[in-house]
């Protein structure tokens, strides 16, 4: 069975981003988010910042915190685990 936290991110990521024909699945936890990964750009980051801010409570203080938080689905997952309140993360 998958980690709960990590499908939730997939498909916040997905509808934050309007990404079309990419379903949770198609995501690998470990890709690169950015570059070679799902490419996303730098207003992808600030859009999923933002997202990720009001989902979970955490804060996310600056361009270095939110390049390695964002470095893949595993790395966003540990960043919110360590952060976020257990009942928003809900696992």
């Known amino acids: 069975m998958g980690d709960p936290l990590k ?3 997939k498909e916040l990521i997905i509808r934050t981003l309007k990404l079309e024909g990419v379903q949770a699945g198609d995501l690998r936890d470990d ?5 070679s990964g799902l490419d ?3 207003i992808d980051a600030l859009e999923l910042v933002v997202s990720l801010e009001k989902e979970y409570g955490i804060k996310i203080a600056s361009s270095e ?3 390695q938080a964002l470095a893949s ?4 997952a540990e960043f919110i685990r360590t952060r976020a309140a257990k ?4 696992s």
């Open 65 to 67: 915190e939110s390049r």
């Open 87 to 90: 009942e928003r993360v809900g």
């Open 40 to 42: 996303l750009d730098s």
């Open 73 to 76: 689905i595993d790395h966003l």
């Open 31 to 35: 890709a690169p988010l950015f570059g």
């Open 7 to 9: 499908l939730r991110l």
